[in-house]
């Protein structure tokens, strides 16, 4: 019979998260997928799994971290992509309010981990730590932009395990194609580091955007299945240009995440932009996700 003397505040989060413990671990590794087929799993924020009847494992945007924490801070810090964005300074009371669903340090099989972009909500140290540090995974490369290339490797993640991607590149393996293409996620532009801002003590204003901008810090990313093929857009915002890419690819689920904005932010396409989203991409089905 266990005893309150006994539990401390290291024993009750160890007994409590994550949330899911490693019910959807399992879940997951028990999978077959049939023939013709792919499985997804949602994990939060931008994060999904995805697995094919070859065996392909991919992860992608798997968040293993929290958002604020404390109100103890007061101001975001300088160069902040808010702060940038609307020239605004306070904390933004944005927690996370989804469950850890998945326990980073229980997966056993996983072939790609894939990043589209450098915010703090996508790359976190203790998903790059589970993979670093699990025997099993030794293979597993980590993909994403220049930026996260930068950031994989200051945390230590061995070099030759880095795969930096840019738009129009694409790898293959057992039964799935990868290929990034052009990210509209423009809170990135006003992220830094930009191009130039060092020499105006961070200030973005004259800096030209550049597609180049824009490639090094985000992408988005097709995945061609025997069962389909799905468009993961992550945090872009609305773009013509979905219309080019549903012109490239035959896409038949898509995914983005959205919401709203409040006054001076453009920083989430809204349900009405993802209908728009889905028609240009002329996809089978549309899949949002939000924070």
Known sequence: MPNVKDITRESWILSTFPEWGTWLNEEIEEEVVPEGNFAMWWLGNCGVWIKTPGGANVVMDLWSNRGKSTKKVKDMVRGHQMANMAGVRKLQPNLRVQ???????????????????????????NTAAAIVNNPNLDHVKFVGPYECGEIWKKWGVPEERIMVIKPGE?????????????SFDRTCLVTLPVEGAEAQDGELAGLAVTDEEMARKAVNYVFETPGGTIYHGADSHFSNYFAKHGKDFQ??????NYGDNPVGIQDKMTSIDLLRMAENLQGQGHHPSSL
């Open 99 to 125: 469950p850890m669903v998945i326990d980073p340090f229980a997966i056993n099989e996983l072939d790609y981990y894939l990043v589209s972009h450098f915010h703090s909500d996508h790359i976190d140290i």
């Open 170 to 182: 694409s790898f293959e393996f057992k039964d799935i194609k990868v290929t990034a293409v052009e």
């Open 251 to 256: 896409i038949d689920v898509a995914i983005n």
